[in-house]
């Protein structure tokens, strides 16, 4: 088989529309704690309303609509994200009084505190305790209308340290004074568990998220043929003016003008990547085929915000449509080492030898020295570039491309370019390997690796690069047990080079073709109970240095990056030590390794959770560590769990959204 594979500072993003929450729309969740600076400070302005503070500071009641509109404040008002929003104290040494407080008047829980005379000091300290004490004075939460519910919720700040008694008497003094039927939200795991324990009705974030209507994966314009595809096989007819409306993310994806998808995804798929590499607008919108339906085959323009999407028509294209790929400027790659030829144990690389084993190789060596105990990187070796570039020489292969690129309709027609390639890969594939390369690849693998299962994969000159991932464009071969079939993964992975996405993108990127070398990483098969994907910050806002993002499934991980279903999605707080969930896997089945080669799927049973939160911690802690090893730069990072064990299996840099 194979695969291609303050809240404490001002007002925290941890909650309510949280997956809209991912290009910046900040949540009320919580309006503050300490002074301590935030990187989720709201700012007037941003994504609030320009709203008078009118009316009084506050109420004892709500008794309708009209009555929290005079105190709310308005995030992202007239958008698909819009959250009417108030924050409210608990005064629970003056007989349990509650406070509705005109949010805009006031902004912050302690601004509210301190001009009403409540107390007289209210210093960082005394202010953190009414986050962390459960013998606080105050409770400072928020009340939010979510219209997709619909209907009213009141929640805290995720890192905010409830008790049963505090929360049990929030919920009486909100039912009492709060009209409307009106429900707990949950913020993080910690809450979750408590309102669970106390048989509490309550709304979680992954439930409010499964109700989202529109989710920007990455902002920016497009213009392009609007397409709805219905097949997989509909995806070869994309050209790279296309827009297509897709169901779900696909596992590969040739370069296109944007993309629209219909069903949630994993944020950091591998062409959700691509797509922030390509700059292009990429939105998750419900039911879209139907929405978009009336522009099928029609010329748009697509415009995604962090607050919404617009779809508009066009008379005709701003410029010729061509089915040839836009040609980018020329940028260079890396230029390979073709001296060293010896195959390097992971544990020998290093840095410096990117040169001749490619970044990913090189990434791994050095993680294997620097993250013991914190997490292991399996045993394994890199196989040069200087053996690909000795193969193809043997093959032809540089002449033969020459010649399919001066062929009529190889640089017009995708559909000729694809069979071409196709041949090409075929060639390499194919090919009977050289018998010293075998005799030498068969005498490692046995020696260093005791024959033991092995992914065979891609560590090229044209991934994990700053600016161009590569992400998912190169074949995995997973669980390769058999010695003959080592070298035949080797020649698989040489010939990914020309699959036909991965030519695309190239050439969309402005990379040259005969500029590219391909080094094999072949590594032990780690046989995980779960897997996944992380990012050392928040992906949503560069400047949550303070969060992990983390995306997990059962099994194998292959199933995380290609995206087709939604995988566990969590943001960790280094800060609030607390977790947030977006969304448990929707899988049903997972993939395993099998004992005479290759993988197989089998069902799952019991809970959709897949980590727990102390695993999540030590997951955010390897990240950490993983980031400081490779010079500091936000990593996305694959992962693997085997038994109590975080197994390290990939890292590259993190390609933010914008043109590239």
């Given at each position: 088989?194979?695969?291609?594979?303050?809240?404490r500072?001002?007002?925290y993003?941890?909650?309510?529309?949280?997956?809209?929450?991912?290009?910046?729309?900040?949540?009320?969740?919580?309006?503050?704690?300490?002074?301590?600076p935030?990187?989720?400070?709201?700012?007037?302005?941003?994504?609030?309303?320009?709203?008078?503070?009118?009316?009084?500071?506050?109420?004892?009641?709500?008794?309708?609509?009209e009555?929290?509109m005079?105190?709310?404040?308005?995030y992202n008002?007239?958008?698909?994200?819009?959250?009417?929003?108030?924050?409210?104290?608990?005064?629970?040494?003056?007989?349990?009084?509650?406070?509705?407080?005109?949010?805009?008047r006031?902004?912050?829980?302690?601004?509210?505190?301190?001009?009403?005379?409540?107390?007289?000091?209210?210093?960082?300290?005394?202010?953190?305790?009414?986050?962390?004490?459960?013998?606080?004075?105050?409770?400072?939460?928020?009340?939010?209308?979510?219209?997709?519910?619909?209907?009213?919720?009141?929640?805290?700040?995720?890192?905010?340290?409830?008790?049963?008694?505090?929360l049990?008497?929030?919920?009486?003094?909100?039912?009492?004074?709060?009209?409307?039927?009106?429900?707990?939200?949950?913020?993080?795991?910690?809450?979750?568990?408590?309102?669970?324990?106390?048989?509490?009705?309550?709304?979680?974030?992954?439930?409010?998220?499964?109700?989202?209507?529109f989710?920007?994966?990455?902002?920016?314009?497009?213009?392009?043929?609007?397409?709805i595809?219905?097949?997989?096989?509909?995806?070869?007819?994309?050209?790279?003016?296309?827009?297509?409306?897709?169901?779900?993310?696909?596992?590969?994806?040739?370069?296109?003008?944007?993309?629209?998808?219909?069903?949630?995804?994993?944020?950091?798929?591998?062409?959700?990547?691509?797509?922030?590499?390509?700059?292009?607008?990429?939105?998750?919108?419900?039911?879209?085929?139907?929405?978009?339906?009336?522009?099928?085959?029609?010329?748009?323009?697509?415009?995604?915000?962090?607050?919404?999407?617009?779809?508009?028509?066009?008379?005709?294209?701003?410029?010729?449509p061509?089915?040839?790929?836009?040609?980018?400027?020329?940028?260079?790659?890396?230029?390979p080492?073709?001296?060293?030829?010896?195959?390097?144990?992971?544990?020998?690389?290093?840095?410096?030898?990117?040169?001749?084993?490619?970044?990913?190789?090189?990434?791994?060596g050095?993680?294997?020295?620097?993250?013991?105990?914190?997490?292991?990187?399996?045993?394994?070796?890199?196989?040069?570039?200087?053996?690909?570039?000795?193969a193809?020489?043997?093959?032809?292969?540089?002449?033969?491309l020459?010649?399919?690129?001066?062929?009529?309709?190889?640089n017009?027609?995708?559909?000729?370019?694809?069979?071409?390639l196709?041949?090409?890969?075929?060639?390499?594939?194919?090919?009977?390997?050289?018998?010293?390369?075998?005799?030498?690849?068969?005498?490692q693998?046995?020696?260093?690796?005791?024959?033991?299962?092995?992914?065979?994969?891609?560590?090229?000159?044209?991934?994990d690069?700053?600016?161009?991932?590569?992400?998912?464009?190169?074949?995995?071969?997973?669980?390769?047990?058999?010695?003959?079939?080592?070298?035949?993964?080797?020649?698989?992975?040489?010939?990914?080079?020309?699959?036909?996405?991965?030519?695309?993108?190239?050439?969309?990127?402005?990379?040259q073709?005969?500029?590219?070398?391909?080094?094999?990483?072949?590594?032990?098969?780690?046989?995980?109970?779960?897997?996944g994907?992380?990012?050392?910050?928040?992906?949503?806002?560069?400047?949550?240095q303070?969060?992990?993002?983390?995306?997990?499934?059962?099994?194998?991980?292959?199933?995380?990056?290609?995206?087709?279903?939604?995988?566990?999605?969590?943001?960790?707080?280094?800060?609030?030590?607390?977790?947030?969930?977006?969304?448990?896997?929707?899988?049903?089945t997972?993939?395993?390794?099998?004992?005479?080669?290759?993988?197989?799927?089998?069902?799952?049973?019991?809970?959709?959770?897949?980590?727990?939160?102390?695993?999540?911690?030590?997951?955010?802690?390897?990240?950490?560590?993983?980031?400081?090893?490779?010079?500091?730069?936000?990593?996305?990072?694959?992962?693997?769990?085997?038994?109590?064990?975080?197994?390290?299996l990939?890292?590259?840099?993190y390609?933010?959204?914008g043109?590239?």
């Amino acid at each position: 088989m194979k695969l291609r594979g303050s809240v404490r500072g001002r007002l925290y993003m941890g909650c309510v529309v949280l997956l809209a929450l991912l290009m910046g729309a900040i949540s009320p969740a919580v309006a503050q704690t300490a002074r301590k600076p935030s990187a989720y400070e709201y700012r007037p302005g941003n994504d609030v309303a320009a709203q008078p503070a009118v009316g009084p500071d506050y109420l004892s009641r709500i008794d309708g609509r009209e009555q929290f509109m005079q105190l709310a404040r308005v995030y992202n008002a007239g958008t698909a994200l819009e959250m009417p929003h108030l924050i409210f104290v608990i005064d629970r040494q003056n007989a349990a009084r509650v406070y509705y407080i005109n949010t805009p008047r006031f902004e912050l829980h302690e601004n509210f505190v301190r001009r009403q005379g409540l107390v007289r000091a209210l210093d960082k300290a005394t202010l953190n305790a009414q986050y962390r004490d459960p013998q606080r004075r105050f409770l400072f939460g928020t009340v939010s209308w979510q219209k997709d519910l619909p209907g009213y919720t009141y929640e805290f700040w995720e890192g905010d340290k409830l008790t049963a008694a505090l929360l049990r008497q929030t919920d009486e003094v909100v039912r009492a004074s709060f009209r409307d039927p009106i429900r707990f939200k949950t913020n993080s795991t910690q809450h979750e568990q408590l309102a669970s324990g106390m048989k509490l009705p309550f709304v979680s974030q992954e439930a409010l998220l499964r109700e989202q209507r529109f989710l920007p994966l990455n902002t920016g314009k497009a213009e392009g043929r609007l397409r709805i595809l219905r097949t997989e096989a509909q995806l070869r007819t994309l050209s790279p003016r296309d827009i297509p409306v897709l169901d779900e993310v696909p596992i590969a994806l040739a370069p296109v003008a944007g993309l629209v998808t219909q069903r949630p995804s994993t944020l950091l798929s591998h062409v959700n990547l691509l797509a922030k590499g390509w700059g292009i607008p990429n939105v998750y919108v419900r039911d879209a085929q139907n929405a978009l339906r009336q522009y099928d085959g029609r010329w748009v323009a697509l415009e995604v915000s962090n607050n919404d999407y617009r779809v508009t028509p066009l008379a005709r294209p701003a410029r010729t449509p061509s089915a040839a790929p836009a040609r980018a400027t020329v940028r260079n790659l890396p230029r390979p080492d073709l001296a060293v030829a010896a195959l390097k144990p992971l544990a020998a690389l290093r840095a410096r030898d990117s040169s001749h084993c490619g970044v990913k190789a090189a990434n791994l060596g050095t993680l294997k020295a620097a993250l013991p105990p914190l997490a292991r990187v399996p045993d394994g070796f890199c196989i040069p570039f200087a053996h690909y570039q000795a193969a193809m020489q043997r093959l032809d292969i540089p002449q033969r491309l020459q010649t399919l690129q001066r062929r009529p309709g190889f640089n017009t027609d995708p559909n000729v370019r694809r069979e071409a390639l196709a041949a090409l890969r075929a060639e390499i594939t194919d090919a009977a390997p050289a018998p010293a390369f075998v005799r030498m690849l068969d005498a490692q693998w046995q020696g260093q690796l005791k024959a033991g299962g092995v992914f065979v994969r891609s560590s090229s000159n044209s991934e994990d690069l700053p600016g161009f991932s590569g992400a998912g464009l190169y074949t995995t071969v997973p669980n390769v047990t058999r010695s003959d079939a080592v070298a035949k993964a080797v020649q698989t992975v040489w010939a990914s080079v020309y699959n036909f996405e991965a030519y695309e993108a190239r050439t969309a990127a402005g990379l040259q073709q005969d500029a590219v070398a391909m080094a094999v990483l072949v590594q032990l098969a780690a046989p995980s109970d779960s897997s996944g994907v992380m990012i050392t910050r928040d992906p949503f806002d560069r400047a949550h240095q303070h969060t992990t993002y983390i995306s997990a499934k059962r099994g194998l991980g292959i199933r995380v990056v290609e995206g087709k279903r939604q995988a566990e999605q969590l943001m960790y707080s280094d800060w609030s030590k607390a977790v947030q969930v977006l969304s448990r896997s929707a899988e049903d089945t997972q993939l395993v390794a099998k004992a005479g080669g290759g993988v197989r799927e089998v069902p799952i049973t019991g809970s959709r959770q897949v980590l727990t939160d102390a695993l999540i911690a030590r997951l955010a802690k390897v990240g950490k560590a993983t980031k400081q090893a490779l010079g500091g730069v936000d990593q996305d990072i694959e992962w693997a769990v085997v038994g109590d064990e975080i197994v390290m299996l990939q890292s590259r840099p993190y390609v933010d959204g914008g043109a590239r």
